[in-house]
């Protein structure tokens, strides 16, 4: 039986129309069996005892309702999902705040699961387990060389609390295997990416996804910032998906007065329900940028079409996804679940931000290429918004709905022809690549760096580097003018440096080195520098 899980509702409503058919044509010839009555025995069920009773050869029962529920929830829209048993703990864990595992970041490189950085404290760390260590066994299988994949990786080292994990690990400079038993423990994930002082008065804080334990990180990080002298923020949410609801706004009660209206949700049987600042926010008087992109959703555009809405701080970048659908995950009997869209949200406006769907879920999902083959992505100009999607904040402002939040200042990508070089080794991976592997084998020597700040002023990449990735870089076909080498080398000064930095500091050591050629967040600088002259 073809396996087919992208199969839309109609395909398989046309299968079982067909099964019907056949049944009705040879009724005559053979002995026709009954399914049991019930006055709440759905179509469904009844085709699937059919089956069961009838289908030629043996069928996995449980197999044949995940493929027809997952295909009916993506009939529905594009955020509706059906969760199955295997996958409920991989797509929950995220949002949650923690999960129950060895406390290791890892990168599958050249076939070989390698760790990147073990988690102070940690059940790995605890252990003598170091940056650089390579898996060969775990338990008793064998992953080195085997074309493993993360998932593969990851299930065989998360487990319950207190359970026992072996592995024997390669590590540079020491003949043989190392052998540890690891005892897996809870291991906390972190929404807040980094906050720190960019200047002496401005604070940034990069926020990944809205989970579980965001408010209490971000309170945290204000605290720490405005204990160091912040008086305006940037707030970046680039590349945030979104996550839960109450957690956006929560963060959106910092930043407005108390009664100011966050958000409302509506669906057909969810009534009305607002959703308003309950308290004095910690950020109701500072200064504030916040930064979107393409990939910025759901609870990320929450957060930002309530600032813009009620005339609080600037948005500034490229125009976001695009989700204003609100789902509710629901266990199944067996510990499944399905996320289903039971409402939409509204900006404080009344602007819903959801995109149009024409049941084409993968153009859907894929909607940043046409904004870069349109040239959005290069040009404010190229997005046009149709007047009934216009809305006016209580100050005056234009904003607008029915596709993302449209930031109020656009930042376009660079069109150099100059950059396409460097911009074809960085989008390759080749940069990453590289610092990975200057990293792990200069590991020693950049240990003299205890701090970022020694590793920033102390740290150069070397012509000789750079010779290096070049190199690599025709290896893999990749060619470039005498012009676009000098611009990819001034380039790779930074961003290379910044890639070397989290292999040594995690994201502590990347954005802040990043930072002067992040064309956005020095867009925000200098808003916010403006704001205060």
């Not at 073809?2 to 010839?29: D, F, H």
């Not at 958000?263 to 910690?282: K, L």
């Not at 010779?467 to 290896?475: P, T």
Request: glycine content about 10%; overall charge negative.
């Amino acid at each position: 039986m073809e396996n087919n899980k992208t199969r839309p509702l109609w395909v398989i409503l046309l299968i079982m129309v067909g099964m019907t058919i056949g049944l009705y044509i040879n009724k005559g010839a053979h002995r026709q069996t009954v399914a049991p009555a019930s006055s709440d025995f759905g179509k469904f069920d009844e085709v699937m005892w059919h089956v069961k009773e009838n289908y030629v050869d043996e069928v996995d029962g449980n197999r044949l309702q995940d493929w027809a529920i997952e295909a009916m929830m993506e009939d529905l829209d594009p955020h509706s999902a059906y969760i199955s048993l295997d996958e409920f703990n991989e797509v929950n864990d995220p949002l949650l705040g923690s999960f129950e595992g060895i406390g290791v970041q890892f990168r599958i490189e050249k076939d070989t699961v390698a760790i990147v950085n073990v988690i102070k404290g940690g059940p790995s760390e605890k252990v003598g387990i170091m940056a650089g260590d390579r898996f060969v066994y775990i338990d008793d299988s064998l992953v080195a060389g085997t074309k493993i994949k993360n998932e593969d990786v990851m299930r065989k080292l998360k487990g319950p609390k207190g359970t026992k994990v072996k592995v024997q690990m390669l590590r540079r400079g020491v003949k043989g295997l190392l052998p540890f038993t690891i005892t897996r423990d809870v291991i906390p994930t972190y929404s807040v990416d980094i906050a720190y002082m960019i200047d002496d008065q401005t604070g940034y804080i990069k926020l990944s996804k809205f989970s579980a334990t965001t408010y209490d990180e971000f309170r945290k990080g204000i605290r720490k910032l405005k204990g160091e002298g912040m008086t305006r923020l940037v707030f970046d949410l680039r590349g945030n998906s979104g996550g839960y609801l109450k957690a956006a706004v929560d963060v959106a009660d910092e930043f407005l007065p108390k009664g100011s209206l966050i958000v409302y949700t509506e669906g057909r049987n969810r009534p009305r329900q607002y959703m308003n600042a309950q308290r004095q926010g910690r950020l109701e008087s500072i200064p504030v940028a916040v930064l979107i992109d393409g990939e910025s959703a759901s609870a990320s555009e929450i957060v930002a079409g309530a600032l813009q809405d009620n005339d609080r701080g600037t948005i500034i970048g490229r125009r976001s996804f695009g989700k204003g659908l609100v789902q509710e995950q629901i266990m199944l009997s067996d510990n499944s679940a399905i996320r289903l869209t039971v409402a939409r949200y509204y900006t404080p406006t009344g602007r819903c931000i959801q995109k149009p769907f024409d049941g084409n879920r993968e153009r859907y999902l894929l909607e940043s290429y046409e904004r870069y083959d349109s040239g959005e992505l290069f040009n404010e100009d190229s997005i046009h918004f149709a007047d009934s999607l216009k809305f006016t904040t209580p100050k005056g402002k234009t904003v607008y709905g029915g596709g993302g939040i449209m930031p109020d200042i656009y930042v376009p990508l660079v069109d150099d022809s100059t950059e396409y070089y460097f911009n074809r080794i960085a989008n390759l991976g080749l940069l990453y690549q590289y610092a990975f592997e200057y990293a792990d084998e200069h590991r020693k020597e950049l240990g003299r760096f205890k701090t970022v700040e020694a590793f920033s002023k102390g740290f150069r990449v070397t012509d000789a580097m750079f010779a290096e990735l070049v190199k690599i870089a025709e290896g893999k076909g990749i060619k470039g003018s005498e012009e676009q080498k000098q611009v990819a080398r001034r380039e790779a000064d930074i961003l290379l440096k910044a890639y070397i930095a989290r292999n040594l500091f995690d994201d502590e050591g990347f954005y802040p080195i990043y930072a002067p050629m992040d064309e956005v967040l020095q867009k925000a600088i200098e808003v916010l520098e403006g704001e205060a002259e």
